[in-house]
């Protein structure tokens, strides 16, 4: 496969299919934070973002299409990371996402929450919490010097910042909701960087020794904006 000509194709939608992989899951490393709200097949829809940004590289050879989300970060806003509860069929509030000037400080703000209206869960539950993750997200290229797929920032993933609101409980009494995550360096100061949103949602269907208790998968999280240079 590696010399036949007539498998160059197949060479090439290989070569990109490892590129997208490697940028997939560093996304999804990215939010381990949030993983216990995440479909556990969810690695295929990242995949598949990253293979539509790809194909907005016009300018490269098919086989080394960049993975430029920096430039379409519109796109992280599709991926669908719990299919069995959307985030988006689950949280119905509007939130308000900031970046502080020197770029540390994330806050997202979710005004007039009304948790018995603005959370749609089939099943009872009596407490609900927030989480907020603030990822560094960067382009996939093709090194010229080695042929392979790499970050033009290396080990992003690792600077991911959450924080977890407190529980509340479930009423119709309207909630402002405020949540800041902070990075220990500025973000975006390089290149073919984006830094990435998420906000998870945690509901309590029981209490344990008096406190609420989170049974596994019982919530979902999604991307709700991002930030560019």
Not at 37 to 48: A, E, G, H
Not at 113 to 139: C, M, T
Not at 208 to 220: E, K, L, M, T, V
Request: aromatic share 10%; proline share 6%; with cysteine.
């Amino acid at each position: 496969m590696k010399t036949l000509d007539t498998l160059a194709g197949a060479r090439e939608c290989a070569h990109e299919l490892g590129g997208r992989s490697k940028w997939a899951s560093n996304l999804k490393t990215s939010l381990s934070d949030v993983s216990h709200l995440m479909y556990q097949r969810c690695f295929n829809k990242i995949s598949t973002a990253g293979s539509h940004i790809q194909k907005q590289d016009v300018e490269s050879a098919h086989g080394f299409r960049t993975i430029a989300v920096s430039c379409y970060p519109e796109v992280l806003y599709g991926i669908d990371f719990n299919q069995r509860f959307p985030f988006r069929n689950v949280f119905k509030g509007n939130p308000v996402i900031d970046l502080s000037p020197d770029k540390k400080t994330v806050t997202v703000s979710i005004p007039s929450f009304i948790p018995s209206k603005d959370i749609n869960w089939g099943l009872k539950f009596g407490y609900f919490r927030f989480y907020l993750v603030a990822a560094q997200v960067s382009d996939m290229v093709v090194n010229p010097g080695n042929g392979k797929y790499e970050p033009v920032v290396e080990r992003l993933e690792t600077l991911s910042v959450c924080t977890v609101g407190d529980w509340l409980p479930r009423n119709s009494l309207p909630v402002d909701a405020i949540l800041q995550a902070s990075f220990e360096q500025p973000a975006l100061t390089s290149p073919g960087t984006v830094v990435v949103v998420a906000l998870g949602i945690e509901l309590s269907t029981a209490l344990q020794q008096g406190q609420p208790y989170a049974a596994p998968r019982s919530g979902s999280m999604g991307i709700i904006g991002w930030f560019t240079e």
